[in-house]
């Protein structure tokens, strides 16, 4: 079902053939199928070169409606956030009595808990078994070492990890394709109004689930970090569901949750409660929805947002007082503060100004650069990823077989440190098996190989140790080189493979080596802690590849509990987001991008004010309207011939006079022909005519069904009228066509439309009420400059 | 310039007699004359008893266009943040060079460095000044009482107190009305949407400043906290304006700053630097400012802010250096956190359960009993202001000596306490004049008073003892009664009198001891130390009265340096939001009500769903409407005849054909009016004529003036034309009669309207193309409901 013009204009010469029709396509559940012959051939279509943009793009208006979900292509659809007042609606709304308004806002509250509340047991069992599973697997490779047996060690470590990804992306390619990567980029997308099919659903969060413990267990370059807040996602929307298909609840109350946007509150509430499960940080959850995921916010969202994660602090903090002690095997180490740099005390001198510049500026060229980097990577693995299951699984295992070689052997081409000079007091060195700063690996007593303490750790637990204060003389500068070396290069080719994983991780790992980098180069004028210049190399990346800043500064102080360090903090993010910002947009951005997905900026490009509605309506067909009491044939014929979703509805109260009467869905038109709800002669009905027939929960259900329904209409029905008056949105947002594109995109995007009717700016006799309708496809930047090259010379302004 | 319409429609009959337009007032000028007949007698007028509203309301959709500002009554105007689409502003926006945007883009910036850093500097001042003038008082009247002489210390304590507050109410009262208070709901106002005369000028800055300096240092009990806010507000705004009045610095650049929507951007970076340099708080002010001041919020203000808050952090650190060692005198008490608890390790146990939950819940009931009582004193205080200078005068002094009277009587109603039991090792006990938490006032040697170390004190400095942890047997129960006694009184009969006050202070101070209270009470269930019980009362009431969620836990933590308090500082804010939502609205709501200003909610009344803006336009007069070349008698006509701020604009380009060209302000009309642009015969003029006359610079001027230059036309003069075209905004944002008020008050706060031309859904011969006009007044609930009475019986739904 797309909701575009896909037909060409009658005048316009089709100086490229645009992707045909594919009305085979219109069914959301067909294209569930992993292997769809559609989405592969408009995958294989499109994906020609490294050169060619992933998916290819129109030069007109007539857009194509397939994106990048997850790792496949799929159609996609726009999400109906704007308040339908239909006769059936607006009488469900004023017959609604007081117990049933408070049982919604029960409800509201109660799915917000529960949001947090699963989001945080998840996220406490997958740590769980992280932790177990990396543990032991160390265990045992370093007890190999320990006894000399270095190609048994190696073999055993790369095997177990290979097992372990191969069991992630098994479950990814064959369940769940959509739950690889993070998956932030499609909710960032969904909750700025794209529906992404099959990326919030039951299959989805178990393999995201299982994914996540098998990928990070492995000892990848990925964290959970992106895969937790896919997950709290996944949670809200089947809670607000009742759950999945055929084992879908079918509890009344839930009927309030089947709308759009209750279910885009809900899960921003997941997404932030995902944050929140990750970093540990509360406010700093909340702050990363507000400032990165949502398009749109509000201060009742604010509080329930902040009500999620609050429960999902309590129940990680209820976990981490049961797992003291260690009764629950490796894990538990770390408290409610992930990296806890809190014991110094920071005083700020002159002479650090410039390596903390450094450190900023730095952050902003690197994470250009990755960003950079990170998009041909991903351009390249698209190719691979194409060529379907086998190819996507053998990328997956020769990532693992790297990462193991890169982990295991590079700790041998240090020379190891003793003890004695690396000046932590009260610390056992060097440590055997167990997480610790120190570990012996293949040196002698009293000696330790600072690159294993490093590398033969968890990810978090590297960080840990990276952070760790008061440690300027552990770490040699060769080894952190390694280090970076390693993870950079890691970095770049796991982010894409076909497994569930994030980015936070990897960035933070190379950050704190560069920042740590930086004060062993500048020693001589650094005064703050080595420890604390890891935090900002770390920070300045993050700031430099996804450009948040107070969420960042925010989820940075939650982390290292060291207020002190905020204001350098916000210093070096500032830095870093400013000159990232020169070289170009965020990573999540260009992922947004490359995967095709219409995200709406909310910033209209400068040359959109030089350009009226009128003219872009011009560009495209002319609307398909119809007629507010219209013969059932047309309104096949239409629903056959036309993709759109919404359709302006005319009429003609009296001669000479003419009405634009509002606009209809294709989903309620298709309510009303399923049921057959068919007049026998062209006449108004009575509003209690509809009701009897048509509940709002009804209506409100969205189901695939599609034209195949259409066909099994009879000659007789064809014949007969339907009235549309009680299914017409009454109240849609029109512009006149004077409008400026600029500000059309403006409200379209504040006010959270779907569609957009443009009413002529003439009144009088023949003059058609509407111009045009406009939806998302019409109003992005790229397309509308397909359209009108000729306004592509002209700049954006910030 | 009221942009309501004041007349009445024919048809209706008068029921009551709305207040009488006062064509003399609608220059904004002249109401800057503190007792400005007007406006005392629409004080005089609407002020008769405790049960009537403040401003007396119409019944009709013909509001007044009164509100209180500061604390005294001015007629009020819409902001202009629509952009604003006419010939001349489009052509300047196309000639804008590559340089002219960088211009833009730096001086941006640079005023949002500036903001932070002048309010820092300005933060750093009051501080010092405050900290050493109270010091001064308090170590002489400490000695005059160790000298026995207790009457000669409280008529030195209460003269010095009344002399500053002397000089904060004289300034307040006569120079800058609008300087008292806390200017917060003001500031809330203006970024809503609301212009408030005289609010953000140079008098008030000054005034504010050494008011403040003033109230605070008298030992009111009063914050410096809103009044920073302010101030970092009116910074803002004369940086934007480069100045006021006949200082105004005339730099081409500053052009770029002559629109509302600049402004607004750089009063929210104003306000949250306030925040931020009262609380030294740089992510809570970011946060204070999203979640309670600003209406409209977009990511690059989020960035913009951020910087404004870092470099005012830099600022304070930098002072909080330079004062190190008691450079400064009294000063430098305290780092950069404000009331450090960061030693206490929290850990959490199910017995605290019970009185953490107590401390919320109370919080919620006293928070909204407080808003309850301060609402009934402030509308008393409104009557007493009401009678003029010396009444304002006479009330400040009455409250400064009742202040007096109660912090130097009642330590001497508690006995002394042993230094022995207070158990507070390390620290010298007791201690004489300077701060510390153990003042020895009138006890001998080896004892102190707990009260007087909690009332002899700075404001700022009886939090940081309260909050003191390690401490729980410090404070006697009795003593923390009193003082929660005293400063509930004082707390609500303070904030209304004519000086500079904040709200916060008084708030953290009595929830701080009744969350002290209720450890004691209940110290066999607490576990946690006393001083964090004190933390989350204040945490608490602020939240049972401000009903902030994020922005205060941020605030909290950033005060008191304790990430572990972080989960249950949430539990007890949501719990006291709840409680206190269930009885009444927060405090600034209920400020902005009392005051009338015409606040737009974010959440439209479910009752408004029954109404269509086509009901609500027919219960208003008819719009004026001009025609697109109109003759210049008309437009004057016009412009005296109604106090409108928009016209649309009609024109008529073919027989059988209208065309709603678009809206024109009066403000440009006037402009064309003054500088006579008029053309002896009706025809278009072409685009360069107009350009050749007007630059966009002039246009965007927002000059008082007002109906007398219409009366110095010459009759000749009154014959011609004036063609429309150039000065029209031809994109007003347009509703179709039949949308609901409900959809049409989302979309006017969205967009940020002034104007909502509402259209006809009819096309045809004769049909006007504008139905009517809708404003801020037309869509406020209580409005609509003067209006519309059968719609009051329907409820509000969250």
Same mark, same amino acid.
């Given at each position: 079902?797309?909701?575009?013009?896909?037909?060409?204009?009658?005048?316009?010469?089709?100086a490229?053939?645009?992707?045909?029709?594919?009305?085979?396509?219109?069914?959301?559940?067909r294209v569930?199928?992993?292997e769809?012959?559609?989405?592969?051939?408009?995958?294989?279509?499109?994906?020609s070169s490294?050169?060619?943009?992933?998916?290819?793009?129109?030069?007109?208006?007539?857009?194509?409606?397939?994106?990048?979900?997850? +790792?496949?292509?799929?159609?996609?659809?726009?999400?109906?956030?704007?308040?339908?007042?239909?006769?059936?609606?607006?009488?469900?709304?004023?017959?609604? *009595?007081?117990?049933?308004?408070?049982?919604?806002?029960?409800?509201?509250?109660?799915?917000?808990?529960?949001?947090?509340? #699963?989001?945080?047991?998840i996220?406490?069992?997958?740590?769980?078994?992280?932790?177990?599973?990396?543990?032991?697997?160390?265990?045992?490779?370093?007890?190999?070492?320990?006894s000399? @047996?270095?190609?048994?060690?190696?073999?055993?470590?790369?095997?177990?990890?290979?097992?372990?990804?191969?069991?992630a +992306?098994?479950?990814?390619?064959?369940?769940?394709p959509?739950?690889?990567?993070?998956?932030?980029?499609?909710?960032k997308?969904?909750?700025?109004? %794209?529906?992404?099919?099959?990326?919030?659903? +039951?299959?989805?969060?178990?393999?995201?689930?299982?994914?996540?413990?098998?990928?990070?267990? *492995?000892?990848?370059?990925?964290?959970?970090?992106?895969?937790?807040?896919?997950?709290?996602?996944?949670?809200?929307?089947?809670?607000?569901?009742?759950?999945?298909?055929?084992?879908?609840? @079918?509890?009344?109350?839930?009927?309030?949750?089947?709308?759009?946007?209750d279910?885009?509150?809900?899960?921003?509430?997941?997404?932030?409660?995902?944050?929140?499960?990750?970093?540990?940080?509360? %406010?700093?959850?909340?702050?990363?929805?507000l400032?990165e995921?949502? &398009?749109?916010?509000?201060?009742?969202?604010?509080?329930?947002?902040?009500?999620?994660t609050?429960?999902?602090?309590?129940?990680?903090?209820?976990f981490?007082e049961? $797992?003291?002690?260690? @009764?629950?095997?490796?894990?538990?180490?770390?408290?409610?503060?992930?990296?806890?740099v809190?014991?110094?005390?920071?005083?700020?001198?002159?002479?650090?100004?410039?390596p903390?510049?450094?450190?900023?500026?730095?952050?902003?060229v690197?994470?250009?650069?990755?960003?950079?980097?990170l998009?041909?990577? /991903?351009?390249?693995?698209?190719?691979?990823?194409?060529?379907?299951?086998?190819?996507?699984?053998?990328?997956?295992?020769?990532?693992?077989?790297?990462?193991?070689?890169?982990?295991?052997?590079?700790?041998?081409?240090?020379?190891?440190t003793? $003890?004695?000079a690396?000046?932590?007091?009260?610390?056992?060195?060097? &440590?055997?098996?167990?997480?610790?700063?120190?570990?012996?690996?293949?040196?002698p007593?009293?000696?330790?190989?600072? #690159?294993?303490?490093?590398?033969?750790?968890?990810?978090?637990?590297?960080?840990?140790?990276?952070?760790?204060?008061? &440690?300027?003389?552990?770490?040699?500068?060769?080894?952190?080189?390694?280090?970076l070396?390693?993870y950079?290069? /890691?970095?770049?080719?796991?982010?894409?493979?076909?497994v569930?994983?994030?980015?936070?991780?990897p960035?933070?790992?190379?950050?704190s080596?560069?920042?740590?980098?930086?004060?062993?180069?500048?020693?001589?004028?650094?005064?703050?802690?080595?420890?604390?210049?890891?935090?900002?190399?770390?920070?300045?990346?993050?700031?430099?590849?996804?450009?948040?800043?107070?969420? /960042?500064?925010?989820?940075?102080?939650?982390?290292?509990?060291?207020?002190?360090?905020?204001?350098?903090?916000?210093?070096?993010?500032?830095?870093?987001?400013?000159?990232?910002?020169?070289?170009?947009?965020?990573?999540?951005?260009?992922i947004?991008?490359?995967?095709?997905?219409?995200?709406?900026?909310?910033?209209?490009?400068?040359?959109?004010?030089?350009?009226?509605?009128?003219?872009?309506?011009a560009?495209?067909?002319?609307? %398909?309207?119809?007629?507010?009491?219209?013969?059932v044939?047309?309104?096949?014929?239409?629903?056959?011939?036309?993709?759109?979703?919404?359709?302006?509805?005319?009429?003609?109260?009296?001669?000479?006079?003419?009405?634009?009467?509002?606009?209809?869905?294709?989903?309620?038109?298709m309510?009303?022909?399923?049921?057959?709800?068919?007049?026998?002669?062209?006449?108004?009905?009575?509003?209690?005519?509809?009701?009897?027939?048509?509940?709002?929960t009804?209506?409100a259900?969205?189901?695939?069904?599609?034209?195949?329904?259409? *066909?099994?209409?009879?000659?007789?029905?064809?014949?007969?009228?339907?009235?549309?008056?009680?299914? &017409?949105?009454?109240?849609?947002?029109?512009?006149?066509?004077?409008?400026s594109?600029?500000?059309?995109?403006?409200?379209?995007?504040?006010?959270?439309?779907?569609?957009?009717?443009?009413?002529?700016?003439?009144?009088?006799?023949?003059?058609?009420?509407i111009?045009?309708?406009?939806?998302?496809?019409?109003?992005?930047?790229?397309?509308?400059l397909?359209?009108?090259?000729? /306004?592509?010379?002209? @700049?954006?302004?910030?």
């Open positions: 079902m797309e909701e575009e013009q896909s037909r060409r204009p009658a005048g316009e010469p089709a490229e053939p645009g992707p045909a029709p594919e009305p085979e396509c219109k069914n959301e559940d569930e199928d992993p769809d012959p559609a989405s592969t051939a408009g995958n294989g279509n499109s994906i490294l050169e060619q943009p992933l998916l290819k793009r129109s030069t007109t208006l007539t857009a194509s409606h397939l994106a990048i979900v997850g +790792a496949k292509v799929s159609h996609i659809e726009s999400l109906d956030y704007e308040i339908i007042e239909n006769d059936l609606f607006k009488h469900d709304w004023r017959s609604r *009595s007081n117990v049933e308004v408070l049982q919604y806002i029960f409800l509201k509250w109660a799915m917000a808990f529960l949001v947090g509340l #699963l989001t945080g047991v996220a406490s069992v997958i740590n769980l078994a992280i932790e177990n599973i990396t543990g032991l697997k160390m265990l045992h490779m370093v007890n190999l070492v320990r000399g @047996r270095y190609w048994a060690g190696f073999l055993y470590f790369a095997g177990v990890n290979l097992a372990l990804t191969f069991s +992306a098994v479950l990814c390619v064959v369940f769940a959509t739950a690889a990567g993070p998956g932030i980029p499609e909710i997308a969904y909750l700025n109004g %794209v529906d992404t099919p099959n990326m919030f659903g +039951a299959p989805q969060l178990i393999v995201k689930i299982i994914g996540s413990i098998g990928a990070v267990s *492995s000892g990848m370059d990925l964290g959970k970090e992106g895969p937790l807040v896919h997950i709290g996602a996944c949670l809200a929307n089947l809670l607000s569901q009742g759950g999945e298909g055929r084992w879908r609840l @079918r509890w009344r109350w839930l009927r309030y949750f089947n709308n759009d946007r279910r885009r509150d809900l899960i921003t509430c997941g997404a932030s409660s995902g944050v929140c499960a990750a970093f540990r940080a509360p %406010v700093g959850g909340v702050l990363f929805a400032e995921v949502a &398009t749109w916010w509000r201060s009742a969202l604010l509080w329930r947002t902040f009500f999620s609050a429960t999902v602090v309590v129940v990680l903090r209820g981490i049961v $797992c003291r002690d260690g @009764r629950c095997g490796m894990f538990g180490e770390g408290g409610l503060i992930l990296f806890d809190s014991d110094v005390t920071v005083r700020y001198h002159v002479g650090d100004l410039l903390v510049t450094l450190v900023g500026v730095l952050g902003g690197l994470g250009a650069l990755y960003n950079h980097v998009h041909q990577v /991903l351009r390249l693995y698209n190719l691979i990823n194409a060529k379907g299951r086998m190819a996507k699984l053998a990328l997956a295992l020769s990532v693992s077989l790297l990462t193991s070689a890169g982990l295991y052997l590079l700790p041998f081409a240090v020379p190891c003793p $003890c004695s690396a000046g932590a007091a009260g610390e056992t060195c060097p &440590t055997v098996g167990k997480s610790g700063n120190f570990k012996q690996f293949n040196c007593d009293g000696f330790y190989n600072d #690159l294993a303490s490093l590398l033969h750790a968890t990810n978090t637990d590297a960080t840990r140790n990276i952070f760790s204060t008061g &440690t300027s003389g552990e770490f040699r500068l060769d080894s952190l080189l390694i280090f070396a390693i950079s290069v /890691l970095g770049l080719v796991t982010f894409g493979i076909a569930p994983s994030g980015l936070f991780l960035i933070i790992l190379m950050g080596a560069y920042g740590r980098i930086v004060a062993l180069v500048l020693s001589n004028f650094v005064r703050i802690d080595h420890g604390l210049y890891a935090v900002l190399g770390a920070a300045a990346l993050m700031s430099g590849s996804m450009r948040m800043t107070v969420s /960042l500064c925010v989820i940075f102080l939650e982390l290292t509990n060291n207020l002190l360090l905020l204001p350098i903090t916000m210093f070096v993010l500032l830095i870093a987001k400013t000159v990232g910002d020169a070289f170009n947009p965020s990573i999540y951005e260009i947004l991008d490359l995967k095709g997905l219409p995200f709406l900026e909310p910033k209209p490009e400068t040359w959109m004010k030089d350009l009226a509605v009128g003219e872009l309506a560009a495209k067909p002319r609307a %398909v309207t119809l007629q507010v009491v219209e013969r044939s047309t309104v096949v014929e239409v629903l056959r011939a036309t993709p759109h979703n919404g359709f302006p509805v005319l009429d003609r109260p009296r001669p000479g006079v003419s009405e634009l009467h509002g606009l209809v869905l294709r989903q309620h038109l309510a009303v022909i399923r049921k057959r709800w068919f007049l026998p002669e062209k006449r108004r009905t009575e509003e209690w005519e509809a009701r009897e027939k048509f509940s709002s009804d209506l259900e969205k189901v695939g069904g599609g034209v195949d329904e259409l *066909s099994q209409l009879s000659l007789e029905e064809m014949d007969m009228y339907i009235d549309l008056h009680p299914f &017409t949105n009454t109240t849609p947002y029109t512009v006149v066509e004077t409008m594109v600029a500000k059309a995109v403006v409200l379209f995007r504040t006010c959270a439309l779907r569609h957009m009717l443009i009413i002529p700016k003439f009144q009088g006799l023949e003059i058609s009420p111009v045009g309708i406009l939806t998302r496809q019409d109003l992005r930047a790229h397309n509308i397909g359209a009108f090259p000729h /306004l592509a010379n002209k @700049r954006k302004v910030h």
